[in-house]
């Protein structure tokens, strides 16, 4: 098992900046790679950024130029810096851990980002 803490979140202007932290502990070794997805209200849970245990990372192209993924690989910590933020990025944002061995997707309990315009 593995769990997920997010810190970071909360009300930011528009152009602003936040930066999301998620600390994972339990059976990390386990993990092949860590991420962030978002749901705003009436919306479906979608991918933001996630990067594998070799660094490659993935972004949706929405934030692209705008959010930068990084990882802490001896602390099992994933962050994702926010640059630029607009009133669309507006949600909760979950972080996510993948274990493709065990075929379990492990999930935070979301942190919620608000953008005022």
């Known amino acids: 098992q593995v769990q997920l803490v997010e810190s970071g979140g909360g009300l930011v202007q528009a152009g602003g900046s936040l930066r999301l932290s998620c600390a994972a502990s339990?059976?990390?070794?386990?993990?092949?790679?860590m991420g962030w997805y978002r749901q705003a209200p009436g919306k479906q849970r979608e991918l933001v950024a996630r990067?594998?245990?070799?660094?490659?990372?993935t972004y949706t192209d929405s934030v692209k130029d705008r959010f930068t993924i990084s990882r802490d690989n001896a602390k099992n910590i994933v962050y994702l810096q926010m640059n630029s933020l607009k009133p669309d990025d507006t949600a909760v944002y979950y972080c996510?851990?993948?274990?493709?061995?065990?075929?379990?997707?492990?999930w935070g309990q979301g942190t919620q980002v608000t953008v005022s315009s």
């Open positions: 996510n851990a993948w274990a493709l061995r065990e075929g379990r997707n492990y």
């Open positions: 339990g059976s990390t070794f386990s993990i092949n790679g």
């Open positions: 990067i594998n245990n070799g660094g490659t990372t």
